[in-house]
């Protein structure tokens, strides 16, 4: 079953960092493409990066570019978002998601399997 499992929210003060682990279980890095996710209460889920597994290109939103950084660990099976300098609108419940596809996007519609989950909280 293909399965992504997030890891790594908590509280977090503005300016400080922290990183999130989305764990491939049930599959392979190298068969799907991932994606991270965010969702806001009471906004929709948004497309915050991604990563085309083939050869590693990145996608960022315009508002974490500069910020955060997806990167993976093949031996870990796991993909990372590295999130700096954060901001308090970086308050969200972030999701990992796997998609199939030539290239990754920032589209929710193209992904098939979703986590469940980890909630970030930027505040002093």
């Known amino acids: 079953q293909v399965q992504p499992v997030e890891s790594g929210g908590g509280l977090v003060q503005p300016g400080g960092s922290l990183r999130l682990s989305c764990a491939a279980s049930?599959?392979?890095?190298?068969?799907?493409?991932i994606g991270w996710f965010r969702q806001a209460p009471g906004k929709e889920r948004e497309g915050v990066s991604c990563l085309t597994t083939s050869d590693d290109t990145t996608e960022y939103a315009n508002s974490v570019k500069g910020r955060f950084t997806i990167s993976r660990d093949n031996a870990r099976n796991t993909v990372y978002l590295q999130m700096s300098r954060v901001k308090p609108e970086d308050t969200a419940i972030y999701y990992c998601a796997a998609s199939y596809g030539y290239r990754c996007t920032l589209k929710t519609y193209h992904y098939a399997y979703w986590g469940q989950g980890t909630p970030v909280t930027v505040s002093s």
């Open positions: 049930g599959f392979t890095l190298d068969d799907f493409n």
